[in-house]
Structure formats: structure tokens, C-alpha cells
């Protein structure tokens, strides 16, 4: 019998918020319409934006910004980045914000290029320049009775591969912010 009425109280639950889910859209729809026909100014669609933000900000779960406060300190992946623009798009940041927020992006990926060319000059430099012969221990392949390829070839190697990596990674999340 309690199972029951549960079962009740439920099915109206979620009709109630199907029925409230369509008045909302209905009353968008005819906000475009009056929009649409009025010819509103600038001034007014400022307000009225102003409004509609504010209004699904204190409708929307406080839980949801949540991460995106965390990251305040710690530099941006390049997931929180698309994430991060669809934040500018629901909130209304002002101007000095959006462009402090836009400034650290660049320099975020200004840095990241820069490690990575360093790394790859690293590796490179590492290859190329001769080592003592206590740091060259372990010889892996002989390519002559005097020269070979080391270990310390190899890690120079990794290092120029991560290097390339990070430059590639860059590149490409450039590429696709445009």
C-alpha cells in the first residue's frame, strides 16, 4: 500500500516537471516572439541578457562550478579550456576579466612552447656533443670498435621525442582554437 502511493506521488512528480519544463519553453518562445516583433536597443538586450544569466545562475547546481574554482592556481589543460569557454559563454564576465583569463591562455601556451623547444635543443645538444667517458657507461650497439649508440643516446633521444610531443600538442591545440 506505501509502495504504492510512493509510486503515485512519483508519476505526479515527474509530470509536474514535465509540464514545467514546457511552460518554460513556451514562455522562451514567445519572448523570441515578442523579441522579434519590438526591435528592441541595445540598452534593453544588455538588461535583459543580464537578467537571463542571473536567473540561470541561481537556478543552475552551485555544485557545478566547482571545478572550475579549483583551478584558479593550477595552469590549464586543454580540456578545461573548452570547458573554460562554455563557462565565458553562461556567465557574464566583465571585460578585464575575460581578458586577464584570455592573457593567461596565451602564456600558458607561449611557456609550453618554449619548454618544448628547450628540450628538444637538450636532447639534441646531449647527442651531439661529446661526454666524458665515465658518463658514456653502457655501449648498446657498436657502430665501430671506438663509437656506438649509449644509453645516454637513448635518454637524449626520449628527451628530444618529448619535446616534439609537447611542440605537436601545442601546435595542434592552437590550430584548433582557431
Known amino acids: 500500500m506505501e509502495n504504492q502511493n510512493n509510486n503515485e506521488e512519483f508519476s505526479k512528480s515527474g509530470s509536474d516537471a514535465r509540464s514545467e519544463q514546457v511552460l518554460i519553453h513556451k514562455k522562451m518562445d514567445d519572448l523570441i516572439l515578442l523579441l522579434s516583433q519590438t526591435k528592441p536597443d541595445q540598452v534593453l538586450l544588455q538588461e535583459l541578457q543580464t537578467k537571463f ?88 650497439f657498436y657502430l665501430n670498435p671506438n663509437d656506438g649508440v649509449t644509453i645516454m643516446d637513448v635518454i637524449s633521444l626520449i628527451i628530444v621525442f618529448v619535446g616534439i610531443y609537447i611542440l605537436l600538442s601545442v601546435v595542434n591545440l592552437i590550430k584548433k582554437n582557431k
Do not use: C, H
Open 53 to 140: 544569466n542571473s536567473a540561470i545562475r541561481a537556478s543552475a547546481d552551485s555544485t557545478a562550478l566547482e571545478p572550475y574554482k579549483k583551478k584558479r592556481n593550477i595552469s590549464i589543460s586543454d580540456e578545461a579550456d573548452s570547458d573554460f569557454g562554455q563557462l565565458l559563454l553562461m556567465n557574464n564576465l566583465n571585460k578585464p576579466t575575460r581578458k586577464k583569463l584570455e592573457t593567461w591562455q596565451i602564456v600558458n601556451k607561449a611557456i609550453r612552447i618554449i619548454i618544448a623547444l628547450l628540450l628538444i635543443l637538450l636532447g639534441f645538444g646531449m647527442i651531439i656533443m661529446p661526454a666524458p667517458p665515465y658518463f658514456e657507461m653502457f655501449t648498446l
